[in-house]
């Protein structure tokens, strides 16, 4: 199982590697500024949003200016609207100059993940069915991303490839069948949740009289997910997946499914609009 606190901050060496992008061999237009000179700063947003990533956000100050002073106005996870101001900073002009575009990519896609899954968490609210992300996140970022996913509502599926698995087409195809499959990955003795991928009412049969304890139903209508939940119903969970939009997320649940996975939740990303106003001075 995740640890919810997976990803809530950055890992040793993640925000060097973020401020390298940046800096190369240093920022020469924050040379202009004085080394000594002190700043203040606000970084506020330009449009509704759900607060994630603060960790994220302070490490890349506090790795530029570790006697950096951040106050947050807004809590991680709380929402709000446009103009306000999400916190303040003092500290090393030439440190928040330098960081402030890394702190606010950083804060801004983050962000923007979590709003998108509190969107669709409140979708599906009184469903009984829980909305999934993927494994279709930035390179990089993918325990940052699951873990706004978990911020704004929604839950992770697995990590990687080594924390489940999911059977799908070709690995059907190479085992020889759904049964082969199955029995192959129980012999693995690894101790993950399996899952099993159909296609179909007739292969969803097949993965019920193997034995899978969770199916993933691929590109299933409404009524052929009705009548799946009807044929599974005590015999296994059942998670759909596949051109699942906001719009349709709710009829989906409707259904009586268990889970829902979402790629969009974290590929279709729209970072919110922020922006860091720096004041110069004592």
């Known amino acids: 199982m995740t640890d919810r606190s997976e990803g ?30 002190l ?19 302070a490490a890349v100050f506090q790795h530029l200016d570790p006697e950096v002073v951040i106050h947050w106005r807004v809590e991680e996870g709380g929402e709000c609207g446009p103009g306000t101001e999400l916190c303040s900073l003092r500290g090393k002009a ?28 409140r979708a599906v609210a009184g469903t009984g069915a829980t909305v999934l992300d993927t494994r279709k996140t930035l390179p990089g970022l993918r ?32 085992a020889g069948s759904i049964a082969r ?5 129980k012999a693995l003795g690894a ?10 009412l007739e292969e ?5 009289a193997a034995g899978a304890e969770r199916i993933l139903l691929d590109n299933f209508t409404l009524a052929e997910l009705r009548q799946a939940v009807a044929v599974a119903r005590g015999r296994a969970e059942l998670e759909v997946s596949g051109n699942v939009t906001l719009d349709t997320l709710r009829q989906v ?17 729209r970072a919110v609009d922020l922006s860091m106003r720096i004041v110069i001075g004592p």
């Not at 509704?48 to 603060?54: D, E, H, I």
């Not at 996913?149 to 195809?173: A, P, S, T």
């Open 39 to 57: 700043a203040t700063a606000v970084v506020v947003t330009r449009e509704a949003m759900v607060l994630c990533g603060q960790e994220w956000f």
């Open 204 to 208: 969803l049969g097949e993965a019920l």
């Open 8 to 37: 809530q901050r950055p890992e040793p060496g993640e925000i060097e590697r973020f401020l390298a992008e940046d800096l190369g061999d240093g920022d020469l237009t924050a040379s202009i500024v004085p080394a000594g000179a």
């Open 181 to 185: 499959a199955l029995a192959a990955a």
């Open 191 to 200: 101790e993950v949740p399996i899952e099993v991928e159909v296609e179909s």
């Open 143 to 174: 325990k940052a991303q699951k873990y706004a996913v978990r911020c704004g509502g929604c839950r992770n599926h697995r990590m990687g490839l080594y924390d489940g698995i999911l059977i799908k087409e070709n690995h059907i195809l190479a």
């Open 253 to 269: 649940a409707e259904t009586g499914v268990d889970y829902i996975s979402v790629g969009a939740l974290t590929k279709h990303l």
């Open 94 to 121: 030439r440190a928040l100059l330098t960081g402030e575009r890394t702190g606010l990519n950083l804060l801004q896609t983050l962000s923007g993940t979590a709003s998108t899954a509190r969107a669709y968490a």
